[in-house]
């Protein structure tokens, strides 16, 4: 499995800000790998997320 990608946000002066602070940004493809859905463990809650009909995202608990 491939590790996700992912840059932090950058400030003005192009330094990298605080990793606690930085935002990822995970391709689709790369979280779902083929698959039309997939569970996420949040603190013992499954979510599923889901590609629809039309490529978009739904989140269901």
Request: hydrophobic residues 50%.
């Given at each position: 499995m491939q590790q996700p990608s992912?840059?932090?946000k950058t400030t003005r002066q192009g330094e990298a800000e605080n990793s606690q602070t930085a935002v990822r940004t995970l391709k689709?493809?790369?979280?779902?790998?083929?698959a039309k859905e997939l569970n996420i463990d949040h603190h013992g809650a499954i979510y599923r997320l889901?590609?629809?009909r039309h490529g978009k995202?739904?989140?269901n608990k």
């Open positions: 992912w840059e932090p689709s493809q790369d979280l779902f790998l083929g889901k590609i629809t995202l739904i989140l």
